[in-house]
């Protein structure tokens, strides 16, 4: 609850946040205001979301599937965790789950686009990497 991010989780919070909404219409009669809903992804799973990127760059690149056996034939380009998120995983979580952004999923959503990027490299590819534990972050 700070600034003008809330979240709102329980009976108290949201008393709290309709007496500041109506306390901001009162001193300004306008005001623009933007509900989401679902919980964002946690910092372990950002950090294990860029760890798979990496670990699946490396075994993409270790098994001779570079950017240009996958994607373009004529250029060479080694994987890496940036290219992973732009040119593998972020187009199968808008197709899967409808959403660009990473940061936009909520926790449940990585685990659909996991299973099926994961399925694609490991029957395609020949390349399957688990989901990075705790202990790999």
């Known amino acids: ?60 690149n270790d098994a001779g599937w570079d950017m240009k056996k996958t994607l373009k034939p004529e250029i060479d380009i080694p994987w890496n965790c940036e290219t992973i998120k732009e040119y593998l995983w972020r187009p199968i979580q808008k197709a899967v789950i409808g959403k660009t952004s990473t940061t936009k999923a909520d926790r449940t959503e990585y685990t659909k686009v996991y299973e099926t990027l994961n399925r694609y490299t490991s029957s395609k590819l020949g390349v399957s990497i688990p989901w990075p534990s705790k202990d790999e972050q």
């Open 1 to 60: 609850m700070s600034g003008d991010e809330w979240t709102v989780n329980s009976d108290h919070t949201l008393e709290c946040y309709i007496e500041h909404v109506k306390k901001t219409y009162d001193e300004h009669k306008y005001f623009r205001s933007k509900i989401t809903t679902g919980k964002q992804r946690t910092n372990l799973q950002n950090a294990a979301l860029h760890k798979y990127f990496s670990m699946l760059a490396d075994s993409l």
